[in-house]
């Protein structure tokens, strides 16, 4: 979709620190986390910290957009890390909104887990990364989302 439609938009909606671990797909014009990661907190139950919603993701997405010109229209394509549990709702909410060609990235940026070997339960199967798409882990700072220019 992005070759065949130069004015598509893709929006990566990881984590800031997900995306610098991981990387970046190097098409990617809008970077607005869904969930950002409370480093104030600590989680027992996950062994890690909590993921909470980003309360300004609707002011700093629709406002990404208006600056890139984006219409009712234009196809924005949405990837998170599985292409599932934050992708999906952020393509929800820009429908909410009146964006009528919103995608949701199946795989995401890193895909599925292996199921068997000794790398079991590590991203490298399909997604986005994994099928050999442009990838970096140089994240352009007027792409890049950053919390002190929100």
């Given at each position: 979709?992005?070759?065949q439609q130069?004015?598509a938009?893709?929006?990566?909606v990881?984590?800031?620190v ?6 970046f797909?190097?098409?990617?014009r ?18 890690s ?12 997405i629709?406002?990404?957009l ?10 924005i ?18 429908a909410d ?12 940026f890193?895909?599925?887990t292996?199921k ?7 991203r490298?199967v ?9 990838w ?7 792409i890049?989302?950053?919390?002190s220019?929100?």
């Amino acid at each position: 979709m992005l070759q065949q439609q130069p004015n598509a938009i893709l929006v990566d909606v990881r984590d800031p620190v997900e995306v610098k671990f991981t990387g970046f797909a190097t098409p990617t014009r809008i970077h607005v986390p869904w969930l950002l990661t409370d480093t104030g907190s600590w989680s027992e139950e996950n062994a890690s910290w909590p993921m909470r919603a980003n309360q300004n993701f609707d002011k700093q997405i629709l406002s990404r957009l208006d600056a890139l010109g984006a219409e009712k229209n234009t196809p924005i394509i949405i990837m998170c890390r599985s292409g599932a549990t934050r992708s999906a709702p952020a393509a929800d909410r820009l429908a909410d909104y009146g964006y009528s060609n919103v995608w949701s990235v199946t795989d995401g940026f890193e895909g599925s887990t292996l199921k068997e070997g000794r790398s079991k339960g590590v991203r490298a199967v399909n997604g986005w990364r994994n099928s050999g798409l442009p990838w970096s882990y140089k994240i352009p700072a007027d792409i890049a989302w950053q919390q002190s220019k929100e």
